[in-house]
């Protein structure tokens, strides 16, 4: 089912905030492309005003009292596009950060990145590795972002390091546990995602978080990622509020 009707009542943060908000909320920024096509730009215009979106989501976001907001900014796969919307994307990163870094770290925001940054080209690490060091003592929201990231990648290595962890003695056989094998993920020390938002009408994973969603709600809308308002979230919020979640009892 779609969702994302904000035509009336209009909600606020107050209103949310009256009920329990999400722990850590994972957003698959989807529809920049279409966003852009539907104007006649390049698509990576689309990416850009993406970028824009993510600066007023994390504001939401924080102000909200939610303690991680996970975005897929650039997934395994996307390697397969043009050569030069992939390094406009490799480039969002340093602008977003040139440009927001200072914001970030005045709104007590920790940034984290989690997927293959060794692939990345220098100026994406750097710029990624500086925001993580300047934001690393702010303790409120966590701003999580998925770079270069593929869910079955991330569980194949936890895999192997569990093996190699067992052979080694490290780690006995009857220690693993769903509890120890989160802690070989990127999300370690994560909780798990509450809420999973897709933008753009699409309703599929794309490799994105496959263990760690395992409870989470899903919450689908059919609104391009550069259209997607303050008003969405805090919807998004409210339908999850509403929604009761048994985790697997009665
Ligand atoms: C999917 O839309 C979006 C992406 C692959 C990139 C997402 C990146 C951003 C929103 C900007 C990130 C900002 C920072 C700060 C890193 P699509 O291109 O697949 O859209 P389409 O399905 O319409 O083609």
Redesign the pocket.
Known sequence: MFQGDTTNNELTVHDIKQQPVPNHVAI??????????KRALP?IA??HE??K??RKITKLANSLGIKVLT?????TE?WK?PKT?VDF?MK??V???NTYLPELIEENVQVRVMGNLDALPAHTIQAVEQAIIKTSMNDGLTLN?A?NYGSRDEILNAVKHIANDVREGILQDEQINEESFSSYLMTKNIPDPDLLIRT?G?IRLSNFLLWQLAYAEFWFTDV???DFREQHLLQAIDDFQKRGRRFGGV
């Open positions: 698959i920024m989807d529809g920049n492309g279409r966003w852009a096509q698509r689309g990416h993406g970028m979106v993510v975005l897929y900014a650039f997934s996307n596009r919307e994307l969002l990163p602008e977003y950060l972002f770079l753009s699409e391009y990622w550069p």
